[in-house]
């Protein structure tokens, strides 16, 4: 249905490294949308992806919106110790309203 | 620039107990969401509101109602509390359908 299965749960790298992760569904999705959660704080928003196929970077974080419009990944190049936290996916299902669903989070975890 | 605030950041209460858990937007947001926490789980949306004066289910919204105050308001009800309800709950506001939702810092409630 609407959920999003993300993949990993969670990961541990030396610092340096690139990261990817992903976010996948059996259902079309309009929006696909990463996060970032700290300790104790609400989820803040890395990336907005609208359309099929888009490809978007900030900083040293692209995500790009898959063409079968059912999967989104996120990629972190060159890890630094702040990157640390557990990333979300989100997205709009179609007709779904205005609905903004949520994967399970991959947690991050960095050695210096 | 306040963005979305909730209140209480905290709350314990007793099994039975009915409180209300408030959120502000000062953003000039049509969309509006409570979502829920757990660990291991991601978020969770429980109900939202896509204008001033409707409001729709989520995943789970057994034991909990909402009320759209206004266009900046929308406050979650929890009439007769239980332990299983013992989660962080975060508030999020979007301009709009499809797009990036923005969340407050969470209220941590504890049910006993």
């Known amino acids: 249905g609407q959920q999003l299965n993300q993949n990993p749960q969670s990961m541990f790298i030396q610092e340096g490294e690139d990261v990817s992760m992903n976010c996948t569904s059996s259902s079309i999705f309009n929006t696909w949308l990463w996060y970032k959660q700290d300790p104790g704080e609400g989820p803040v928003l890395l990336i907005a992806?609208?359309?099929?196929?888009e490809l978007t970077s900030n900083g040293r974080l692209t995500a790009q919106f898959g063409i079968t419009r059912k999967d989104s990944f996120l990629n972190i190049s060159a890890s630094i110790p702040s990157d640390v936290g557990i990333y979300f996916c989100?997205?709009?299902?179609?007709?779904?309203?205005?609905?903004?669903?949520f994967g399970q989070g991959t947690r991050l975890t960095i050695n210096p | 620039n306040a963005g979305v605030t909730q209140t209480p950041k905290f709350q314990v209460l007793k099994t039975g107990q009915s409180m209300t858990l408030q959120c502000a937007q000062d953003m000039n947001h049509n969309s509006m969401y409570w979502y829920r926490q757990d660990p291991g789980m991601g978020l969770r949306l429980i109900y939202y509101?896509?204008?001033?004066?409707?409001?729709d289910k989520g995943e789970v919204p057994n034991g909990y109602n909402v009320s759209r105050l206004n266009k900046r308001e929308f406050s979650l009800r929890l009439e007769s509390a239980a332990p299983s309800q013992t989660s962080v709950y975060f508030c999020?506001?979007?301009?709009?359908?499809?797009?990036?939702?923005?969340f407050g810092q969470g209220t941590r409630l504890t049910v006993v």
């Open positions: 989100a997205g709009h299902p179609r007709g779904g309203a205005q609905k903004l669903v």
């Open positions: 992806l609208y359309k099929a196929g």
């Open positions: 509101s896509a204008s001033e004066g409707t409001t």
């Open positions: 999020a506001s979007s301009t709009d359908r499809n797009t990036e939702a923005f």
